[in-house]
Nanobody
Framework: QVQLVESGGGLVQAGGSLRLSCAAS????????MGWFRQPPGKEREFVAG????????YYGDSVKGRFTISKDNAKDTVYLQMNSLKPEDTAVYYC?????????????????WGQGTLVTVSS
């Protein structure tokens, strides 16, 4: 059974930075994508970023391009989301996810597995 464990959320002031981590275990996918989604209070879940497990191609949602960077440590099977220049509208529960198809991620699921979520709060 695939398990995704997120960490790194918290409270930060606008303009600040945070780094989220997500460690994966229990899967046997040969080629897969890991990514991040977020759900702001009272809003729909949206795709934030994704990364290819093999060649490292990256994908970003329009609202975070140029501010967020996704990266992956294959040895640890861990994906990171470096979030810079944070804005109050970035406040959300951030979820890690994994799937064998990037199209599934870009279309907002359903996906093979989800993490439990970590709260990021950006104060103005």
């Amino acid at each position: 059974q695939v398990q995704l464990v997120e960490s790194g959320g918290g409270l930060v002031q606008a303009g600040g930075s945070l780094r989220l981590s997500c460690a994966a275990s229990g899967h046997s996918f040969g080629h897969y994508y890991m990514g991040w989604f977020r759900q702001p209070p009272g809003k729909e879940r949206e795709f934030v970023a994704g990364i290819d497990s093999a060649v490292g191609n990256t994908y970003y949602g329009d609202s975070v391009k140029g501010r967020f960077t996704i990266s992956k440590d294959n040895a640890k099977d861990t994906v990171y989301l470096q979030m810079n220049s944070l804005k109050p509208e970035d406040t959300a529960v951030y979820y890690c996810a994994v799937d064998r198809l990037i199209t599934a991620m870009l279309n907002n699921g359903p996906l093979d597995a989800w993490g439990q979520g970590t709260l990021v709060t950006v104060s103005s």
